[in-house]
């Protein structure tokens, strides 16, 4: 296994294991089908489908070359949100859904504002790039999924209830985060960086302020004023991306803080 | 700084008005007691608990369930106000499912109370709880204060009026968090109790001479690095950084009878009749829970003879405002104002 693979099915794991304990009414455009809890018997499914987005993209492509006059962007919106393959990666691995909008957007932009064609088939690469990994990345989980080790995707909101499992959370969150802006709802992911903030991490800051005072007032920073104000400037999904890449480091820091604090904490009675 | 005592005893008993709710219940006072003195809990209870801090009052039910093998507690979790809705749709529909409401909030107890929802707790139960916490139909579980943290080696207590509508008017450079909600809870209250007028024009003072932070750990810190004097902030940030940095150059200070030093509070009602869900509550109002609260959590302990967390003035001599605090929900007329002032 290479270590982009290692590090991919890490990720796929934490991810997944996380997302079940995230909140359900975040989730997908559309309603969450059973089959996200079955991967295995629908990955040909899922097969045919990446397939059939990538040539319907590349006809939205074609017709721009054409210099199709009838030719509306939209309709890639309307593709990608038809597939179950949709909410398949999007409950099992959020930044490469992100990925999938970003590049979305950045065919249908490039095509909006008259682009030079062959900028246009940089971003379908990119685009078709991030659907065969993300295809890749639910195999991998239908693997996990097949031997027990995925928990059941919830559909009904669930709170972590331990300091590290809130921390969990947000890093899910935070991808969330990402995701709503590459699909264009910045203010769908303003409001999750809030709520995020106000329903997470506030509940877990007391304990970390005595550890490491600097690190939480970096992170409220980073709630508060910086990625808000990414997302506001409307910088791009790389810029947004990598606030709340600098942000999951220093949270991965804060979840070590967390377990130490509760191994030193005494009983109640 | 002047600090008026306040609610000593029975004889401030004219003020116990002036707390959230205003109605106090019992005059009577007890010592609080041992969980070792505690019925054990049997049968099926349902807790809608508001989010709080973290997983400490996690830890607290956890050794609620470990003491009581017999108890089958259910718990939902989510906002204090959205649970508070919830339980007022609930009771309004005809239907219970909950058996008691925590809240972090009094704000959301307000709304369940007022909902006719709430049933009446034992005299005997109350009376453990300090002068002015005491009502009939909630118990306050824990409490937190406003207070002006200071930098220690750039002021002199005796600098810092003990009114807070006069540091528009001093020369101190101050921190604040206007986007902060606690922050605007804060100044919510000053709304209702001096007046949009006088808000207006403190924020205008203030703005003048402040030193804008996104939140109130950021407040404190930026304290203790002489980046600015004094600061608003809740009492528990300038505690918890004191507890990792006992040396930090950082002391609380304390208003007199304004938003300045407004306490809140967590709180519990019971929605079901009968002795389980009241029992319940007895454990929170332990001894242990309420030490345990207090050292963790840095959270005000609201029983008879725990320990204020260390580095908190004792509560009996703290004067906080004459306010309902269900009022501090009607936050939209204050954000319209730090708007218009531009501090938003």
Not at chain 2, 252 to 269: F, M, W
Request: aromatic letters at 8%; charged letters at 25%; proline letters at 4%.
């Amino acid at each position: 296994m290479t270590t982009t693979l290692k590090r991919m099915s890490a990720l796929v794991l934490a991810s997944t294991m996380t997302l079940a304990l995230a909140s359900g009414n975040a989730l997908a455009n559309g309603a969450i089908g059973d089959h996200v809890n079955n991967l295995q018997a629908h990955i040909s499914e899922y097969t045919e489908e990446v397939h059939w987005l990538e040539e319907k993209f590349g006809s939205v492509v074609n017709a721009y070359e054409a210099k199709d006059k009838s030719l509306s962007t939209d309709v890639m919106i309307e593709y990608w949100e038809e597939v179950d393959f949709h909410s398949a990666i999007e409950t099992q691995y959020v930044p490469i859904y992100a990925s999938i909008w970003q590049g979305i957007y950045g065919v249908k932009t490039a095509i909006d504002n008259g682009k030079p064609v062959s900028d246009v088939r940089d971003e379908q690469r990119k685009l078709n790039h991030a659907l065969w990994q993300a295809l890749g990345a639910v195999k991998l989980a239908s693997q996990y999924q097949k031997k027990g080790m995925l928990a059941k995707v919830q559909t009904t909101e669930v709170e972590p209830t331990t300091g590290p499992a809130v921390i969990d959370d947000i890093k899910t969150r935070l991808d969330r985060v990402v995701a709503k802006y590459a699909e264009q709802l910045h203010e769908v992911a303003t409001t999750l960086v809030h709520d995020t903030y106000l329903q997470r991490f506030e509940g877990v800051e007391g304990d970390l302020i005595a550890k490491d005072a600097q690190l939480v007032e970096d992170l409220e920073k980073d709630f508060n004023v910086t990625l808000p104000q990414a997302i506001e400037k409307d910088a791009g999904v790389d810029s947004v991306r990598n606030v709340v890449e600098a942000m999951q480091a220093k949270l991965d820091k804060a979840r070590t803080l967390l377990v130490e604090a509760e191994k030193g904490r005494k009983d109640v009675f | 700084m002047q600090r008026r005592l306040f609610l000593q005893g029975l004889a401030a008993a004219g003020a116990l008005g002036s707390l959230p709710f205003g109605f106090a219940h019992a005059l009577t006072q007890a010592a609080s007691v041992s969980v070792e003195s505690l019925p054990k809990l049997e049968g099926d209870l349902t807790l809608y608990l508001g989010r709080g801090e973290g997983g400490l009052y996690e830890n607290v039910l956890d050794a609620i369930k470990k003491r009581n093998p017999k108890l089958n507690l259910q718990i939902r979790r989510g906002g204090s106000a959205a649970l508070a809705n919830t339980i007022v749709a609930e009771t309004k529909a005809g239907v219970k499912r909950a058996d008691l409401f925590w809240a972090v909030d009094t704000g959301s107890i307000g709304m369940v109370t007022d909902s006719g929802a709430a049933k009446p707790l034992p005299v005997e139960l109350t009376a453990q709880l300090k002068p002015g916490f005491q009502y009939e139909r909630w118990s306050p579980v824990t409490g937190r204060v406003r207070t002006l943290p200071y930098n220690t080696e750039r002021v002199n207590p005796a600098q810092i009026p003990d009114n807070v509508m006069a540091l528009a008017d001093s020369d101190l450079k101050i921190g604040w968090a206007p986007a902060y909600s606690s922050f605007q809870s804060f100044v919510t209250a000053m709304r209702i109790l001096e007046g949009e007028k006088a808000t207006r024009s403190w924020l205008k003072g203030i703005n003048r001479n402040a030193k804008k932070y996104a939140g109130e750990l950021g407040v404190v810190m930026g304290v203790e690095r002489g980046e600015v004097d004094i600061g608003f902030a809740n009492h528990y940030y300038t505690l918890r950084l004191k507890s990792g940095k006992p040396d930090a150059n950082v002391a609380l200070a304390y208003t007199n009878n304004d938003a300045g030093c407004l306490v809140n509070a967590s709180g519990i009602v019971a929605l079901s009749e009968g002795d389980l869900p009241v029992n319940f509550i007895r454990y929170l109002l332990t001894h242990e829970v309420q030490s345990y609260l207090a050292r963790e959590a840095y959270e005000i302990p609201l029983v008879n003879d725990v320990a204020q967390p260390q580095g908190l003035a004792d509560l009996s001599t703290l004067s906080p405002p004459k306010l309902d605090l269900r009022k501090l929900a009607d936050l939209r007329p204050t954000l319209n104002l730090m708007r218009d002032v531009g501090v938003l």
